[in-house]
């Protein structure tokens, strides 16, 4: 197969992917700024439960759905293949990830954190993202999801996003809870 980068395969893929990103930064930061506004007028009257906030596991929740949605044929299957498809997918990864990240560093600019709390949170989301690249590297569960993706076996499919999901809650509980107590036993 001979394969040509043309111009017009450069601009499908801007527009796959800004489209997306543009909706989504408008829609998703404006969703964001709503929850971290609610949060913070929540914190005020609650103080003592904004440290909970840390045990909230929204960073393997929305990268195990962000990959769910980017990796399997889900999209292709109800919109086609092509570029709407390709489109809602990037969207759909988009908002699960930048609506809770806005939420979390508007929420830790106006009620700051420690330096340890600070570290914690990038200790969570690296090893969340350190399950989750096997996936799209095809080795461990990756190379399960993979083969029976091929053979549209839903059921496998599912049981192995099942057990990347519980590896990902898993981590991001367990960093979560010590990130808890260590800020607990300092002063905050």
């Not at 929850?35 to 960073?59: K, N």
């Not at 091929?150 to 599912?158: E, G, H, P, R």
């Not at 049981?159 to 898993?170: H, I, S, T």
């Amino acid at each position: 197969m001979d394969a040509n980068l043309t111009l017009s395969l450069i601009w499908e893929h801007l527009g796959v992917s800004l489209i997306p990103w543009l909706i989504i930064m408008l829609v998703g930061g404006g969703l964001g700024y709503l929850f971290a506004t609610l949060f913070r007028h929540w914190f005020r009257g609650h103080p003592r439960s904004f440290h909970l906030i840390v045990l909230l596991p929204w960073r393997s929740i929305s990268i195990l759905i962000a990959l769910v949605v980017v990796n399997t044929p889900l999209m292709v299957w109800n919109f086609g293949l092509g570029t709407l498809s390709a489109s809602l997918a990037i969207g759909v990864a988009l908002s699960v990830l930048f609506i809770p990240w806005i939420t979390s560093t508007l929420l830790y600019s106006w009620l700051p954190i420690n330096m340890l709390g600070k570290v914690f949170s990038i200790v969570r989301t690296s090893i969340i993202l350190s399950l989750v690249l096997p996936v799209f590297l095809q080795t461990g569960v990756g190379y399960f999801i993979y083969q029976v993706s091929f053979a549209q076996d839903l059921s496998k499919m599912t049981l192995g996003y099942e057990v990347v999901g519980a590896m990902l809650l898993g981590a991001d509980l367990l960093i979560g809870v010590i990130q808890y107590t260590l800020a607990h036993s300092r002063t905050v």
